[in-house]
């Protein structure tokens, strides 16, 4: 019999600051801690895929990750993830990043904003 391990629960700051902001879309279920100034403090648990996309006036980043053996980080501004994941894709072309981003659109998104000016 095969035993699965769930993975390390990612640990989030979510939202809009200072003219930035980082979202992600994922499969786990998200874990709210604190909201304070526009952003969301938590973790997201259970998850197998997440796509985040950081956004600072004109400027787009993407990253497509999965669960991995080690720890790394996304931060913009005051927002992140963190934890232990690996990244599958990533892109810092503005437009590509926002048609990669609406692929995922199926997934839940946090904080909830489906549109990406």
Known sequence: MEIHESP??????????AGASLSVRHDGRLVVERSE?????GRIEGWSF??????????ARFWHISPGP?????VINLASV?????????????????????????????PSSDSVP
């Open 82 to 110: 963190r934890g232990f994941f690996k990244v599958e894709s990533r892109t810092n072309n503005a437009q590509e990043a926002r048609v990669i981003w609406k692929a995922f659109g199926s997934a839940p998104v946090d």
């Open 70 to 74: 080690d720890v790394n980080e996304i």
């Open 8 to 17: 390390s629960p990612l640990s989030v700051v979510l939202g809009s600051f």
């Open 37 to 41: 100034a526009g952003l969301r403090h």
């Open 50 to 59: 997440a796509a985040v996309i950081t956004k600072k006036g004109d400027h």
